[in-house]
């Protein structure tokens, strides 16, 4: 098996849990802003939030929206459906997200063997990079309330790049700051779309996290697919 150098890591739902910690912070923006005023359950209003978060998520990896439409549309689409004539302003969907992003970053929550893999790694003498779509504060603040703030050699973020992954100018400039060689690298991340598509554009082999089995039938593969982080120390 081919002796890797460098490991690029994604962070959000490969190594922080950031959907379940996103799940108590809008259940806590919720009660906060008392949406209870205009939906009758909570529910419908977290079914039509993760709906259309996921889209716009997919919009901004292919760059079609900043991470501010990001911001703004994934309140305003479920409160449009409850403020009458018109939706919320602008500014008040920036105030909901600015709390709802606050909640988030106080959260804990990581993935199942996500420090004892990076432990594992760590002893094993990789270097470790983290490679992250996200905005700079808010990923640095995640980063300490989940304990893996010193664990990486090099933090590469969207926002400081000014490029998403899959952009091959994400890679790029992830591959030159860290003067990692893209055939001893590896990118690991659960998102097929942004991590294994920008990796293998960038001439990486990838690792694909795949927890709840979604990507079955991928024409073109990943060089491993693993179903939880515990198998990666029998790759790594
Ligand atoms: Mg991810």
Redesign the pocket.
Known sequence: MKQYQDLFF?????LCD?HHNAEEALKEVFGYFHFENYYAQYQSFHDTYWKNNIYLWERYARQEITFRELTIERFKVPLQEVFQDRGPDDEFCMEINSKFLELCAQKTGVVDGAHELINYLKSKNYRLHLCSNGPHDIQYRKLESTGFINDFETINLSEDIGANKPSILFFRYALEKTGALPEYTLMI???YD??IEGGMKAGLDTLLFDPQNQYENLSVKPTFTVNSLKEITKIL
């Open positions: 994604d962070f959000d739902d490969t950031t991340g659960d998102n942004t991590d």
